[in-house]
């Protein structure tokens, strides 16, 4: 926040943030939007995520309540083994009462409230308590079963609500009654998926509000050329090197690390690999964005988070897809519909793989060359998507009209809502 007024746009909106930092920080690097907070209100957070945030952002950290079992310092599902996930569900439940006392320690005058309440479907309770306007950033999925089983979504888990639980009582403003729910906020755009995107308001029953694909920029991609990575792709033929990343909360067991080892290795390609040992000490980072920019890749071997397909496809390259859980699953099914990759052979009942199915896959997308010219061409019609930073700044812009156009009876304007669909 710029309290000496040099911020040239202030908006008289108070929000009280949990959670997706890299949708904020994008909000607040890409426009002139200066939240203008009153002593009501503030973005509260953890003290890691706190560190993360730009400085236009007042902040306030809520430390998360000590649970016995949780590794200390972890304040996010990539900071713990899968199996304590729900010890660290049981972590941020525990700060529904400090934040009830924050809201209501800096709203005591009774006439002030938080014009929004931004969160993720991981906390639910957030808006349960206020008469005040929300929404949820998250995407709904349909998950085949060996998925939805592994990923234990509709499990009670150590915090005592499943995953899909957590969803469901977000969307339906916290299960407290107070909340008003006015808007999803969903990181995806009509033209990355023209065929689904429109399901997703009559099946949420809310409207939705898209902020696009958040792409990094372009820019950055050649910043790290000192990085070891980047040096050793220097000596790599042109379309040659496989870029595999799996992300940070996707830990793979031993056994299934051997599988994709060697199937890359049977496969014949050059193969770059980011391997996170979660039990070691971390190595120094691989620039993923510098590394995907690099004249040597020729394809992308990811888990499919979202971030990921879009750093991938900004650069045009074909994908090579290994979902793991949460919502890769859906995002590998929409890209492999649009012909810009394969997905490694599963077993049906398991999802388990092996490494003739990831051969299979990479020779596919980087040797053969039928097949690779198809996801190559189609890779290049959605990096014109990914790359059009107009395009996704106007899905910004839309979506701070959308907090700005907020009126005193707890309503978003309705005039708003109608020139966001013609826009889109």
């Not at 306030?60 to 310092?73: I, K, N, Q, S």
């Not at 729910?181 to 399901?199: D, G, K, M, N, T």
């Not at 897809?321 to 810009?340: S, T």
Request: charged share 20%.
């Amino acid at each position: 926040m710029d309290r000496k007024g040099k911020c040239k746009a202030t908006s008289n909106i108070r929000v009280s943030y949990s959670l997706d930092y890299y949708i904020l920080k994008y909000i607040l690097h890409t426009t002139s939007l200066c939240l203008k907070f009153f002593p009501s209100s503030a973005t509260v957070s953890t003290p890691g995520n706190v560190a993360r945030l730009p400085p236009r952002v007042e902040l306030v950290a809520l430390p998360l309540p000590r649970v016995e079992g949780l590794p200390d310092g972890a304040e996010s599902t990539n900071a713990v083994p899968y199996d304590k996930l729900g010890l660290l569900f049981e972590a941020f439940d525990g700060l529904a009462a400090p934040f009830a006392e924050f809201l209501a320690a800096t709203c005591g005058d009774g006439d002030t409230r938080p014009d929004w309440i931004i969160v993720d479907c991981y906390h639910h309770w957030a808006a349960a308590r206020w008469s005040t306007s929300s929404s949820v950033t998250n995407r709904a999925a349909v998950l085949p079963r060996y998925e939805s089983e592994r990923d234990k979504l509709y499990h009670s888990n150590l915090g005592g609500t499943s995953i899909a639980q957590r969803y469901a009582l977000t969307r339906a403003g916290g299960g407290g009654g107070g909340g008003v729910r006015v808007l999803a906020v969903i990181p995806s755009c009509v033209e990355w998926e023209p065929e689904f995107y429109p399901q997703v308001a009559p099946l949420l029953c809310k409207p939705v509000v898209p902020l696009g694909l958040l792409p990094p920029s372009p820019d950055g991609g050649r910043a790290n050329g000192e990085h070891a990575a980047v040096r050793w792709l220097d000596a790599q033929p042109p379309g040659s090197v496989v870029s595999v990343a799996l992300g940070s909360e996707v830990r793979l067991g031993l056994e299934q690390v051997r599988e994709l080892a060697l199937g890359l290795e049977l496969a014949g390609a050059r193969f770059l690999w980011a391997l996170r040992n979660p039990d070691a000490d971390l190595l120094p980072w691989v620039p993923q964005v510098s590394v995907l920019a690099h004249d040597a890749v020729g394809g992308f071997l990811t888990h499919c988070e979202q971030n990921s397909l879009a750093e991938g496809l900004l650069f045009g390259r074909p994908l090579i897809m290994l979902p793991i859980l949460g919502d890769q699953g859906p995002n590998a099914r929409l890209m492999e519909g649009k012909k810009v990759g394969l997905q490694v052979p599963r077993d049906e009942n398991d999802g388990s793989f092996d490494r003739h199915g990831v051969a299979s896959a990479v020779r596919a997308v980087m040797l053969e060359e039928e097949t690779r010219g198809l996801f190559v061409a189609n890779a290049l019609k959605q990096q014109e998507i990914v790359a059009d930073e107009e395009l996704h700044g106007r899905y910004i812009d839309q979506f701070v009209e959308q907090l700005r156009s907020y009126t005193a009876d707890g309503n978003s304007s309705t005039a708003g809502l109608r020139a966001w669909r013609a826009k889109a």
